[in-house]
Every structure is written in structure tokens, then in C-alpha cells.
């Protein structure tokens, strides 16, 4: 059975960080993309970072430069490094694993994303 685990969220200032943990169990996660997304009341679900199988990285224009993405696939683990975090980053967030190993397609759909984590809330005050 596959199960995502997040971890790390909570209340920052604005200008904060925030580091978040996704543990994966169930696969080897290592042939997947994984993604991170968040979800603000009465938003849609927004992608934020991928990471590739491969290791290669994607983010969303909204944290390009500030919002890392890393693995270790040696743990099953993914991370979410938020530097300089905004107001407006204030959301639950979320990692989900790609449908296929190996993919051809780096996509930020979440209709990519076959399983999901429960979530963890980022709060960020101004």
C-alpha cells in the first residue's frame, strides 16, 4: 500500500522558513516523479515543485527562487525547503507521487498524480 506522509508545516512570520518532509512508503519511489502542491480555501490545487526521477527540478513562476526541491531516495523522503515565505503562501500542502515510473512527461497536473499525501497547513503571518 502506498502512503505519503507530510511533516514540517506550522505558523512563521512573513520573511520565515520552512522546511517540509514527505515520507513515502509502498514504492520505489526512486523510479517517480514526486511533486509538491498546495491548496488555499476556495483555490484550486496549485503545483508548486517537482522533481524528477532523474533528479531534474521544475518549479511554479510564484516560488521560483525561493522554494527548493530535493529528494532522498535513499530515506523515501522529499523536501520542501521555503525561504522568504509571503502571506499569501498560507496553505495546506501537499506531495503526491506520479502515476507512471519512469515517465516521459514532467507534468504539474494534479490529475498526474496518482497518490497523495494527507497534507500539512503553512500559516504565514504578516
Known amino acids: 500500500q502506498v502512503r505519503l506522509v507530510e511533516s514540517g508545516g506550522g505558523l512563521v512570520q512573513a520573511g520565515g522558513s520552512l522546511r517540509l518532509s514527505c515520507v513515502a512508503s509502498?514504492?520505489?519511489?526512486?523510479?517517480?516523479?514526486m511533486g509538491w502542491f498546495r491548496q488555499a480555501p476556495g483555490n484550486e490545487r496549485e503545483f508548486l515543485a517537482g522533481?524528477?526521477?532523474?533528479?531534474?527540478?521544475r518549479y511554479a513562476d510564484s516560488v521560483k527562487g525561493r522554494f527548493t526541491i530535493s529528494k532522498d531516495n535513499a530515506k523515501n523522503t522529499v523536501y520542501l525547503q521555503m525561504n522568504s515565505l509571503k502571506p499569501e503562501d498560507t496553505a495546506a500542502y501537499y506531495c503526491?507521487?506520479?502515476?507512471?515510473?519512469?515517465?516521459?512527461?514532467?507534468?504539474?497536473?494534479?490529475?498526474?498524480?496518482?497518490?497523495w499525501g494527507q497534507g500539512t497547513q503553512v500559516t504565514v503571518s504578516s
Open positions: 503526491a507521487v506520479d502515476r507512471t515510473a519512469y515517465g516521459a512527461v514532467f507534468g504539474t497536473s494534479p490529475r498526474q498524480y496518482e497518490y
Open positions: 509502498g514504492r520505489t519511489f526512486s523510479r517517480y516523479d
Open positions: 522533481i524528477r526521477w532523474s533528479g531534474s527540478t
